[in-house]
């Protein structure tokens, strides 16, 4: 019995006598192939046969009969929305809920979505704030208006609901908070963002980065940047990777990439030169406008550029400049220092001599005393002699 070109239905021969059992068999086959459109509430109108395919007409899922049960089959759902314009929203996916108008849930499992808002995809995800989206993953929370959680599991945004009075997009200062992956982060500030793992920007305009450990790190005050990376961080200021900036790990301080071989135009300087540029600079304490609390000391950096020429521009010191400067100024001072010790020490060698001279002369003039004592007390013997022998002779 030939075969038509679709399905593979039976078409009797002429004259077949058993023509009606390859059209039951094709009216077995009608069941799996033609699909059964009806609202969802009335599948269970229909059995499930094996293969059979059940479009629900006010939700858009697909169902699949396996024989017993019909099977949401999320990959087929084709619902399209009708063009009222107070329709409450768009569901696909299993078992998804929306929770006011002009809201969609794109597909997955057991997720919610607000008037406005967006679910993509994944399972248990709740994008309860207005205008909210989830990109998928699993048990992400959006809360807030406008809130955005891309993907992840466990991450919650909680930005906030639009002021009371707010009329336009431009007007609402609330909301907004970001989770663009990763897992159990919070952003509940406005305008936060949290990424990576267990980062809590609760603080508004918050950006907080948590690195693969389980170790919760936190924003303490609004518009703060915190990075948690016990593994260093590293910035490049040129696109090739040749200069930048790393903290190490463990590390409280920056270090700026100074090899040889990333540098040129490489010029000696004077250290003397550069003390005297030193000495002649105004070093003094301020505070910053914008800084509470705190108190720096240094130059100007407009004097500062004065004095070296260094910097991109003057009104920022760079640390590697003012380190230079420094090392260099302690040259000079060193070389200075080196000139008055060897000035002192010609000096004290000229006074040992000086003083080596002094105890020769000492030494001579006591000898010249010791003579001329001798000589007085030779004159006095003499004297006395003589004037005996005058006496007698009287």
Known sequence: MPETPNHSY?????????????????????????????????????????????????TGVVSIGDGENWLPALALARYRAPAQSNTPG?????????????????????????????VAGGSFNGADGRSSAIGGGSRNEAGGFGDVVCGGANNTTDGGSPQQGASSIQEIENGFATVPGGKSNTASGRFSFAAGRQADASEDGSFVW????????????????????????????????????RLSAGSGSWSSLSAA??????????????????????????????????????????EFHDAFGLGADADRIANV?????????????????????????????????????????????????????????????????GGGERSTAD
């Not at 005050?221 to 930048?244: E, H, K, L, R, Y």
């Not at 090392?327 to 000229?350: P, T």
Request: aromatic letters at 4%; charged letters at 30%.
């Open 261 to 302: 071989s990333a540098k040129s135009n490489v010029q000696t300087v004077d250290p003397q030169g550069v003390l005297d540029g030193v000495e002649s600079l105004d070093v003094s304490t301020w505070e910053y406008d914008a800084e509470a609390d705190a108190t720096h000391m240094g130059p100007m950096a407009g």
């Open 10 to 58: 039976n078409i009797p021969e002429e004259g077949a006598t058993d023509w009606h059992q390859p059209l039951n068999e094709n009216f077995r086959q009608y069941d799996t192939d033609i699909e059964i459109r009806d609202e969802e509430a009335n599948r269970s109108n229909y059995e499930p046969v094996d293969g059979a395919k059940f479009l629900a007409t006010d």
């Open 90 to 118: 768009i569901a696909f996916g299993y078992q998804n809920s929306l929770n006011g108008e002009a809201s969609t849930i794109s597909g997955g499992g057991e997720n919610r979505a607000a008037g406005g808002a967006t």
């Open 210 to 245: 948590g690195d693969g450990t389980r170790r919760t790190v936190q924003a303490t005050q609004a518009n703060q940047m915190v990075f948690q990376a016990g593994g260093g961080v590293t910035i490049f200021s040129a696109s090739d990777a040749s200069a930048g900036v």
């Open 321 to 385: 400049d003012a380190d230079g400067v420094a090392l260099a100024a302690i040259q000079g001072l060193a070389e200075r220092v080196e000139e008055k010790e060897n000035r002192i020490e010609e000096q004290d060698e000229r006074i040992e001599k000086q003083d080596e001279r002094i105890e020769e002369l000492a030494t001579e003039n006591e000898a010249l005393r010791e003579r001329l004592a001798a000589l007085e007390r030779q004159v006095d013997s003499t004297d006395a002699a």
